[in-house]
């Protein structure tokens, strides 16, 4: 699986948007790029994930530069329950999830 | 539709002890996933079952090991605990098949004293 890089926390006010980078420059063509958050002692929570199209579902939106070195997950309206560690996964199968340090996302009131 | 189940929640062992957890997929899901949570650190990847036998392993020792059931339901099994297995233990449920996501558990918080 190609290594991630993502910045190890970030602060966001209520109610703006969060856009959370990872850059992922080895990414091989068959490789998705996956988003999971951790909140305090829970077992992670899906997010959404992308081959290389851009995606949105309820919780987020994840876009995914043109050469697919880079993606940025989107948070359209943080609250103070997705204070959490998001975690970007690069990987080929969601069978085997290679977990780095994430980032601490802390939304502030 | 449950998600991912996990049993117990909690647990205390003592050194040298052997440990059974258990993992029930989510409906639908013919793959479990185990991951090992250190306090502080992210989950790494012990092993994955499909069709009863073991897929994919991480680097853990012989130590651990696994089943699956015809249900698809999972055990993960830790002898010889040592005080750093002392880690929260995750189980994700997910299509053997399909590259869609996979599901976790709230885990297993094992105590070793």
């Known amino acids: 699986d190609a290594k991630t890089t993502q910045p190890p926390s970030m602060d966001c006010a209520e109610g703006r948007a969060a856009n959370l980078p990872c850059n992922h420059s080895t990414i091989s063509g068959n490789e998705y790029v996956y988003w999971y958050r951790q909140i305090h002692s829970q077992g992670p929570q899906y997010i959404i994930h992308?081959?290389?199209n851009n995606e949105t579902n309820e919780m987020a939106s994840l876009i995914i530069t043109e050469d697919r070195k880079s993606s940025t997950l989107i948070l359209p309206h943080a609250t103070l329950r997705d204070t959490a560690v998001y975690y970007c996964?690069?990987?080929?199968?969601?069978?085997?999830?290679?977990f780095g340090s994430g980032t601490q996302l802390t939304v502030l009131p | 539709d449950a998600g991912v189940t996990q049993s117990p929640t909690h647990l205390i062992k003592t050194r040298g002890q052997q440990v059974t957890l258990r993992c029930s997929p989510k409906s639908g899901h013919d793959t479990v996933s185990w991951y090992q949570q250190a306090l502080g650190q992210g989950p790494q990847f012990i092993f994955q079952?499909?069709?009863?036998?073991?897929?994919q392993r991480g680097n853990f020792p012989d130590r651990f090991s696994g089943h699956q059931f015809p249900n698809y339901s999972s055990e993960l099994n830790v002898n010889a605990l040592l005080l750093g297995d002392s880690a929260l233990y995750l189980c994700?449920?997910?299509?053997?098949?399909?590259?869609?996501?996979?599901?976790f558990g709230q885990g297993t918080r094992l105590t070793v004293v």
């Open positions: 994700a449920s997910s299509l053997f098949q399909r590259n869609t996501e996979a599901f």
């Open positions: 996964i690069v990987t080929g199968s969601a069978r085997q999830l290679t």
């Open positions: 079952y499909y069709e009863e036998e073991e897929r």
């Open positions: 992308g081959l290389k």
